[in-house]
């Protein structure tokens, strides 16, 4: 008997022997390494989180290419759901019924996103898309989409408790500035600032209960950053950067 493989254990982040891989997706231009995360973050006043991804057909040949989504963690009471090739699918909908035809070397950028609704619940869900040719699972690529908003982890009332303010300047040059005050009986707490993709690129250690801490930004490629407080061994602050120059 034939043995049938589920499509969410295909896309891993490496390709089976003698299984060639014909697509690439991309994030804010940059190249997404096969099962790579993706981060996207929002204010909690914020209704709806949206996340535009790029497919590549790097093969040279046509291809139909389709989408199905996986759950990897979901925050109850909110809404998720995404668009592909034109059409819209309802809240639950696994897989794109329809394919697209991307023809050899093409990218596009417009036909596939992602739709995030909170719902007013802070807190990060996690759903993985998987882009993969119509006929051949096993040739496909995915990514894991990091939807947040507000707060990234919760403890207890600390939040309340911690005073962050908001990056200045925003959009930032060459530094960016952030006043702070934290709570009694913390001793030390930790400012990140994250790329689109999560990866920490500037970081700095608080020992003070209040103060200014300064980072450089002039290092930084010209976008979008989001930055995270965490004390007390939770993340409890967080919001938008923008470097320009």
């Known amino acids: 008997m034939k043995k049938i493989v589920p499509l969410i254990l295909v896309c891993s982040l490496f390709l089976f022997k003698g299984y060639s891989q014909s697509l690439e ?14 981060v996207i973050l929002e204010n909690p006043s914020e209704p709806l989180i949206t996340i535009h991804l790029g497919f590549k057909n790097i093969s040279s040949v046509s291809v139909p290419v ?6 990897v963690s979901v925050i109850e009471n909110t809404t998720h759901y995404f668009c592909f090739g034109g059409s819209c699918y309802p809240p639950g909908t696994v897989e794109s019924p329809g394919s697209y ?22 807190g990060t869900s996690k759903v993985k898309y ?16 990091n939807f947040i908003s507000g707060y990234l982890g919760l403890n207890g009332d600390l939040p309340g ?20 005050s934290l709570p009694g009986g913390i001793q030390t707490a930790k400012l990140e600032v994250h790329n689109l993709l999560g990866s920490v690129v500037k970081e700095a250690v608080l020992t003070e209960g209040q103060g ?13 950053y989001f930055y995270t407080l965490s004390a ?8 938008k950067l923008v470097v320009r120059r």
């Open 25 to 38: 997706l991309y994030y804010q231009d940059q190249l997404l390494a096969n099962g790579q995360d993706a």
């Open 66 to 71: 389709k989408v199905k989504m996986h759950e």
């Open 101 to 122: 035809t991307l023809a050899a070397g093409q990218l596009v950028e417009d036909q596939l996103y992602a739709d995030y609704m909170p719902n007013g619940i802070q």
């Open 130 to 145: 998987t882009l993969f040719i119509e006929g051949n699972v096993n040739d496909s690529v995915c990514v894991v989409v």
């Open 161 to 180: 408790q911690v005073r962050l303010s908001q990056a200045y300047p925003n959009p930032a040059g060459n530094t960016v500035s952030f006043d702070y």
């Open 212 to 224: 200014k801490v300064t980072l450089p930004t002039f290092d930084l490629q010209e976008g979008m």
């Open 232 to 239: 007390g061994g939770k993340s409890v602050a967080s919001g």
